[in-house]
């Protein structure tokens, strides 16, 4: 029997859909809305002339492409980033283990270092700026974050820190007995729609004219956001917290979410600071594309 202050988890099915031996589940759905979401956004933003001025822009068909790059990325990056920064014994002992994705173990980081490079190399095959393709992908990222912390939250994993007279709490079925924090939702709302919104104003206030500085405020606003979200996170048993264990509201002390935001907070102040000088700039700007040729390839 559930704790007096507390919610019983909602009794959703991990599987959305089972087609016979094919099942699909909604984490796979979570990522699919992400990039559909995210390349819909994509191709409306470079159609856009008042964002970008003299700043050459890839066309909607380079956005077509890029999300096979991205998606390669993402996946790769998310479980190399995993396997090193959360779990690098576990896999050491037994290697096959690496391979093994349906037993779970993605790592934020990791994807985003992974969409970062799938970024760069793309930018390189095409001859196109690569800040601004971190730009566009900075202002579309919260939709794919929003959708995965959702998904978080249907499978009953990464759950809150206990929270024994939080008024809606909720005992997660892998959690315990004890009413823990939905830390999933926070981190949808705060990752996911408040970084979204943030994303859309500073887009429409600044366009992509002074490549990097969208980037810049996304990672800063990333690392803000999770940072404040571990305060109510479990951490990954495996590790636990890394070092001082009375830090923060909650109790407990740093995680490796936490310590993994520090470098990412830097990076885009750094870049923040880059694009508003304009030092990120091309020295010889390319004219935009002719509207013409963006019609034709719409």
Not at 266 to 282: M, S
Request: aromatic share 14%; glycine share 14%; charged share 15%.
């Amino acid at each position: 029997m559930p704790p007096l202050l507390a919610l019983p988890f909602p009794s959703i099915d991990p599987v959305a859909l089972a087609i016979g031996p094919i099942t699909v589940k909604w984490y796979a759905l979570a990522y699919i809305a992400g990039l559909i979401g995210g390349w819909w956004y994509a191709r409306r933003l470079v159609m856009a002339d008042r964002l970008w001025g003299v700043v050459k822009r890839p066309s909607v068909t380079d956005i077509d492409d890029l999300v096979v790059w991205v998606a390669l990325g993402v996946v790769l990056g998310g479980r190399i980033g995993y396997v090193l920064f959360y779990n690098l014994p576990l896999y050491i002992a037994d290697p096959i283990e690496i391979f093994a994705i349906r037993n779970g173990g993605m790592s934020f980081h990791g994807g985003f270092l992974g969409a970062i490079l799938a970024f760069l190399l793309f930018a390189r095959s095409r001859g196109l700026n690569g800040y601004t393709l971190l730009d566009i992908g900075a202002v579309v990222v919260p939709i794919g974050l929003f959708f995965g912390r959702i998904a978080n939250f249907v499978n009953g994993e990464l759950w809150g820190r206990v929270a024994p007279d939080f008024p809606y709490a909720i005992v997660f079925p892998s959690g315990g007995p004890v009413p823990r924090h939905p830390s999933q939702l926070y981190e949808a709302g705060t990752e996911g729609f408040l970084l979204f919104i943030v994303m859309a104003l500073a887009v429409n206030r600044f366009g992509f004219r002074r490549p990097g500085l969208l980037g810049g405020i996304f990672v800063l606003g990333y690392a803000v956001a999770r940072t404040a979200c571990e305060f109510f996170r479990e951490p990954d048993r495996q590790l636990g917290y890394l070092f001082g264990e009375h830090l923060g509201p909650l109790g407990g002390g740093v995680t490796m979410g936490m310590l993994l935001c520090v470098p990412m907070a830097l990076v885009g102040l750094t870049y923040i600071v880059l694009a508003a000088r304009g030092w990120t700039r091309p020295r010889h700007p390319i004219e935009e594309n002719a509207v013409g040729e963006r019609a034709v390839e719409a």
